[in-house]
């Protein structure tokens, strides 16, 4: 098979990008990459004292596949080696390769839709209130053993928002043709058979693969 097939999924902290984007790949039969994770993987070796250009440059598969990638200080270390032009150059020829692959990809992130892959044939951005957000990531943690507050996952969710949308290299925010999809008051269920029926309309209403 060898659709072009770009989906650009972005959006702030803990809004459901992740479960809907591996939902719609599976969907269409596509290949679905996590671009948070390069990020994560990025914070993570800097936590270990690395320098972030060199974590970046360094890089390797198996790098991503750490469980510690998913905890909150990573999360943060991810956030503020982010802002770093030179890390975020490191990872680009891999990001946009990915995303114009044969036979169809997602990508969900940050800057997908605006710098990664502007010319990707659908674009959502996925989001939700903070306080939605801050319960479902809550959640999430509690489930994987992680004992932090309420309180605390609220306050990291707006501390990580308020770094992605403010930094100057590709700062978090919708591009100029994203869809938006807020599933604030969805379950995920409904956020997923909505966002594969805008990506159908872009489809030219084809459907699934
Ligand atoms: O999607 P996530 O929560 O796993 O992302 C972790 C951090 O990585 C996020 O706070 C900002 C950064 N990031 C980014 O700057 N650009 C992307 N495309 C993806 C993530």
Do not use: N, W
């Amino acid at each position: 098979m060898s659709e072009r097939f770009t989906i650009a999924i972005d959006g702030p902290a803990a809004a459901g990008k992740g479960s809907i984007s591996r939902a719609v790949a599976a969907h269409y039969g596509f290949a679905h990459l996590d671009t948070g994770l390069l990020y994560r993987a990025v914070g993570a070796k800097v936590l270990l004292g690395m320098a972030p250009e060199e974590a970046a440059l360094t890089l390797r598969a198996e790098d991503l596949e750490a469980s510690e990638l998913r905890s909150p200080e990573v999360a943060q270390a991810a956030s503020r080696v982010a802002v770093l032009p030179a890390v975020r150059a490191a990872l680009l020829d891999f990001q946009r390769s990915f995303a114009r692959r044969a036979g169809g990809a997602v990508l969900d992130g940050r800057d997908i839709g605006t710098v990664i892959c502007p010319e990707a044939e659908a674009k959502l951005f996925v989001t939700a209130s903070a306080e939605v957000r801050a319960k479902r990531r809550h959640a999430e943690l509690a489930a994987a053993g992680e004992t932090s507050s309420l309180a605390q996952v609220h306050a990291d969710v707006l501390e990580r928002d308020a770094r992605d949308s403010g930094r100057a290299d590709a700062p978090l925010k919708p591009a100029a043709d994203a869809v938006t999809l807020d599933t604030s008051a969805m379950t995920l269920e409904a956020a997923i058979a909505a966002a594969i029926e805008i990506i159908d309309a872009r489809r030219g209403g084809s459907g699934g693969a």
